[in-house]
């Protein structure tokens, strides 16, 4: 019992010097100040909250479309004017890639070590072989990131799309894909295969 008369002793002092017989935090006005502001902070987590909604949402309406119409206008964009020649050079190559497919495998020249292999074609003018093995070495060092076969072929080349028949690098066009390999030629009319 003399604890109970040592709480009812504190709980005197205590409303003798405040007035109060209970502590503050019990009170009904503690109470709701503290739901007010517990309110308050709710509220305003829920303003930021639909915030950060409404920018997202508005951000993904304008950023896919966008980026979806970008690309397909460059999936279906023309050939430009100035790549005519170079429409019938793709032509004209693809022709002797499918003569040299039809050679037996022991006619085939072997690979590089890069897995590029220059095809053996009778140019107009002779070519060196420096010269066919920097184009070989730059075919093999060409940063593909993705490989669509079928018609037209297409290749993604350091960020952009290259269809057949579209210069790739310089004087390099890319022919398309043969037999799982991927086809060039450069300006002396030499192609190039690699596999992807």
Do not use: C
């Not at 050939?79 to 003569?99: C, G, H, K, T």
């Not at 004087?171 to 398309?176: A, K, Y």
Request: glycine fraction near 4%; charged fraction near 15%.
């Amino acid at each position: 019992m003399s604890a109970m008369s040592d709480i009812a002793q504190a709980l005197a002092k205590a409303k003798a010097r405040t007035g109060h017989t209970a502590s503050p935090f019990l009170t009904a006005e503690a109470t709701l100040a503290q739901r007010a502001a517990q309110a308050a902070h709710s509220a305003t987590a829920l303003r930021r909250a639909r915030a950060r909604q409404r920018f997202w949402l508005i951000w993904s309406a304008f950023a896919l479309p966008l980026t979806g119409f970008v690309v397909w206008m460059q999936l279906r964009s023309p050939a430009s004017a100035d790549s005519a020649p170079v429409a019938q050079l793709a032509n004209d190559s693809v022709a002797v890639i499918a003569q040299a497919s039809a050679l037996p495998a022991s006619a085939s020249t072997p690979s590089t070590p890069q897995s590029v292999t220059p095809s053996r074609q009778a140019a107009a003018t002779p070519v060196n072989e420096e010269a066919r093995r920097r184009v070989a070495q730059m075919v093999a060092d060409l940063p593909i990131s993705a490989v669509m076969p079928g018609e037209p072929s297409r290749i993604m080349l350091s960020g952009r799309v290259v269809r057949a028949g579209e210069t790739a690098e310089k004087d390099l066009v890319f022919l398309g894909v043969a037999e799982g390999q991927l086809q060039f030629a450069d300006a002396s009319g030499g192609t190039y295969s690699r596999r992807y």
